[in-house]
């Protein structure tokens, strides 16, 4: 919110400076994040009278000026080229050190000479003083700037076209949209300077009417979407040019002057925070305006001459056949303020700020207005800007101000009241505030304050323009920014204590996890909880696939985030794909996040947070590489994970395992799917693995086990074994491990299928180690060895059907 210093001493007595005045505003909750002095880029230049003018001997187009800058400075002689000055003129001129603009540039002036003429400086125009009309009357001359024949000679210039003023751009929080004005920070001013504040003038005449004039409605058909809705209307419109104060205060703002009508309109909205909008009423037809939904397909062209197909989703403001406005963001083409208007019709209303939000982003139609919408507008100030826009319309004297005065109003404008203790106040400050310091400041505040005979309870009458106000927290606040934040003093929370500080089981747990992975050469990756539904069709999950049943997020800022996630997978790949159309052709990332799976849709509950971790690969890595990754992951925490072929609908059909921690199944791992790599234009191989993490941290142990150290030696043994194709490796070593305490290690070393193997059927070599316990008092003996061997195999052959190979 950008805010003119001097627009501020319209309303309040300031005697501190501007500088001064940003440390007091931040003691109160308001920070200027930049004060700017409009000045700063113009010095030394100064208002003088021209007394003389000669023609240059060596240069026709060059004149000679003799200028009078008062006693202090004296007569000047400057040289210039420009046709429009004249004996008497008052003009800015910037002498030897002054510098000005050139473009964007800053140039500094020197004396010198032309044409061997001495020029002890030079006369200026608006744009080397960085102005326009809006500032200064005549700056945007071709030529010099010729100032009021009244301004005084020798005085800074900068004090005459507006220039010797500060702007104050503050950061207004979410929850102060009545702060979104000049007046609104007038209101903060005057209460931290301990002022009275100055209200703008109200006061209007309105004038009979008769006949069709009369006849005006206003019918408000969506009070949902528009609590309060306020039309008037002005006749016998003299359509012409702000004064130049009206024009300044706009420019001082950054929005260029247009006509008076539409100048009333922006002032009232930079001051009050209320925007408003006026129609030319012989555009309106049926004399009528309605508030309501758009259709669907309807079609407005908006004053940019842009044209928008609607939705029941968007407000309009329609006349008796049309829409003329989107409601709360710009007027329409076809009822636009022209020089030939004759009638006006005023609107100030409040609007729905979701609505104004929703229907500005799905359009792509933004403006001054729908910003201060969005933000919240409340129904009080609505009357207020009203009654602004119509004392400005008789002061300007550009209209005369009519009795068709319509206002619908479905909301609630008297402002809340509400019982507060003064020891719960001190109680939650954590200090103690004088009560008649606590009454001060709140009616400082425009609250109204009335203390109970018991000295401890009030009785507040919230101002109706602070919505934001909602019980003694919110009065506690107010308190404390005007009283001063220094005044606090560190205490404890009530029960609290002090703590040695540190991270607790789960966070080391997690650390540890981490790690872990990031041994195995990952980094990790963080991403937001949403993505496009999409991604369930580029990953071709099946239509009754759990993972599709998704949370939609009402107000999503696009359709690429727009539900929440219920695995992590397609976040993944999407940093996959980011790297490697990036050139990073070789990567290993980890993710460890929530997945948000709800019980029901339509939502009746908060859906289950389940915290998930996935693994993604590509590049110069194999199967077995991510296949590692899991299994260091396993053996730093003892866990139990097997490997099972299985199948998803995005990975390769032949390299896809199911992870299962006993008998549950608790992830996947795989190759992703070549039709999924040729479509998103992948060239090189992608792994992907998505393991539960809260699965797995339930059966975490610490990774430490103490053993005894064997006595004697590890035996060995090679087995060739026959296995049906469709037997898996982890089949047969899960099968052999569990046949024999003694088998410590089983190590598959090489498949062979071939002439000698028959058809359908493939050759395995597994290396089994045998280790005798600690405690045994002997090695294992030739003919254990040999028993452990008979057993293995056959258990193979009953689970599995796989035989010794001959």
């Known amino acids: 919110m950008k805010v003119p210093f001097s627009w501020l001493k319209d309303y309040v007595d300031i005697q501190c400076t501007a500088q001064e005045l940003q440390d007091k505003l931040f003691s109160c909750g308001f920070e200027v994040e930049e004060l700017t002095y409009l000045g700063k880029d113009v010095t030394g230049v100064y208002v003088g009278e021209i007394t003389d003018i000669q023609k240059h001997p060596d240069a026709d187009k060059l004149q000679v000026c003799q200028i009078y800058f008062g006693e202090q400075i004296g007569t000047v002689q400057i040289c210039t080229a420009a046709t429009n000055v004249f004996v008497g003129a008052k003009v800015p001129a910037a002498l030897n050190g002054a510098t000005v603009l050139h473009g964007e540039e800053i140039i500094k002036i020197k004396n010198g000479k032309l044409r061997g003429v001495t020029s002890n400086g030079m006369m200026c125009s608006g744009e080397e003083l960085g102005i326009n009309d809006d500032f200064y009357p005549g700056a945007e001359v071709y030529g010099i700037l010729i100032l009021d024949k009244d301004t005084p000679v020798g005085i800074d210039v900068r004090s005459v076209v507006g220039l010797d003023d500060y702007i104050f ?120 305006i309605v508030v309501r939904r758009a259709k669907a397909g309807e079609k407005i062209t908006t004053l940019d001459e842009k044209e928008f197909t609607l939705t029941g989703e968007n407000l309009v403001i329609c006349d008796g056949d049309k829409p003329v406005a989107l409601a709360g963001i710009m007027g329409g ?28 982003r799905a359009l792509g139609q933004s403006s001054d207005s729908s910003a201060r919408f969005e933000r919240g507008v409340d129904a009080y100030t609505t009357e207020f800007g009203m009654a602004r826009a119509l004392h400005l319309v008789q002061q300007l004297d550009c209209g005369k101000v009519t009795g068709v005065h319509l206002d619908c109003n479905y909301a609630d404008t008297t402002g809340k009241t509400m019982t507060a203790s003064v020891q719960k106040i001190n109680a939650l400050l954590g200090i103690t505030v004088p009560t008649d310091t606590i009454i001060d400041i709140l009616q400082s505040l425009e609250f109204e304050v009335t203390l109970d005979k018991d000295g401890d309870t009030m009785s507040v009458k919230v101002p109706a323009y602070r919505e934001d106000v909602d019980g003694y927290p919110d009065l506690a606040e107010e308190v404390i920014r005007m009283y001063g934040y220094e005044h606090i003093t560190p205490t404890f929370l009530e029960k609290a204590s002090v703590t040695s500080g540190g991270l607790n089981d789960e966070q080391k747990q997690m650390n540890k996890f981490k790690n872990v992975l990031r041994l195995q050469g990952y980094c990790e990756a963080m991403t937001y909880s949403f993505y496009s539904p999409k991604s369930f069709d580029l990953f071709n999950l099946p239509a009754d696939a759990p993972e599709r049943n998704a949370v939609k997020i009402l107000n999503p800022l696009g359709e690429d985030l727009s539900i929440l996630r219920t695995f992590l997978a397609p976040s993944m790949l999407d940093n996959v794909v980011r790297n490697l159309r990036r050139g990073n052709e070789n990567g290993k990332l980890f993710e460890v996040a929530n997945v948000y799976l709800p019980e029901a849709l339509p939502l009746t509950d908060l859906p289950k947070e389940k915290k998930t971790l996935c693994l993604g690969a590509w590049g ?66 992608v792994y992907l693995a998505e393991l539960n993490y809260a699965d797995l941290a339930r059966k975490m142990g610490s990774g430490m086990k103490y053993e005894g150290i064997p006595k004697f030696p590890a035996v060995k043994r090679d087995l060739a074994l026959l296995a049906d194709e469709e037997v898996s490796c982890g089949e047969i070593t899960q099968t052999i491990l569990r046949a024999v305490k003694a088998v410590k290690a089983v190590e598959l070393f090489d498949v062979y299928r071939g002439g000698q193997v028959p058809a359908g059927k493939k050759s395995m070599a597994f290396s089994v180690t045998f280790q005798a316990e600690p405690t045994a008092e002997k090695p294992l003996s030739g003919e254990a060895v040999d028993g452990f061997i008979r057993k293995i195999l056959g258990n193979l052959k009953h689970n599995l059907n796989v035989e010794m190979r001959a």
């Not at 009275?196 to 069709?212: C, I, R």
């Open 169 to 288: 751009d503050i950061a207004v929080t979410a929850n102060r949209p009545d702060c979104q004005c000049v007046l609104g920070i007038a209101r903060e001013v005057a209460a931290v300077l301990h002022q009275p504040l100055k209200m703008p003038a109200f006061d209007y005449t309105m004038s009979e009417v008769n006949g069709q004039e009369a006849d005006m409605k206003v019918t408000v058909s969506a009070p949902e979407l528009c609590p309060r809705y306020i039309g008037h209307s002005v006749t016998d419109i003299q359509i012409g040019t702000s004064p130049a104060w009206l024009r300044r205060r706009l420019a001082l703002s950054g929005i260029r002057s247009i006509s008076n009508i539409v100048d009333i309109t922006n002032f009232v909205l930079l001051e009050m925070g209320q925007p408003m909008h006026s129609f030319d009423m012989d555009m309106l037809s049926g004399r009528e």
């Open 620 to 685: 110069d890595v194999d199967f077995f590489d991510v296949k590692g990754a899991v299994e260091s992951i396993a053996d730093a925490f003892s866990l139990n994970l097997t490997f099972e072929r299985g199948q998803k609908s995005f990975l390769h059909p032949g390299i896809t395992a199911v992870i299962k921690l006993g008998t549950k199944e608790v992830g996947y791992i795989g190759e992703l799917d070549p039709r999924l790599c040729h479509e998103l234009a992948i060239e090189r191989k």
């Open 333 to 360: 083409l076809n009822s636009e303020i022209t020089e030939n208007t004759k009638k006006v019709f005023f609107e100030s209303a409040k609007f729905a700020r979701d609505n104004i939000r929703k229907t500005s």
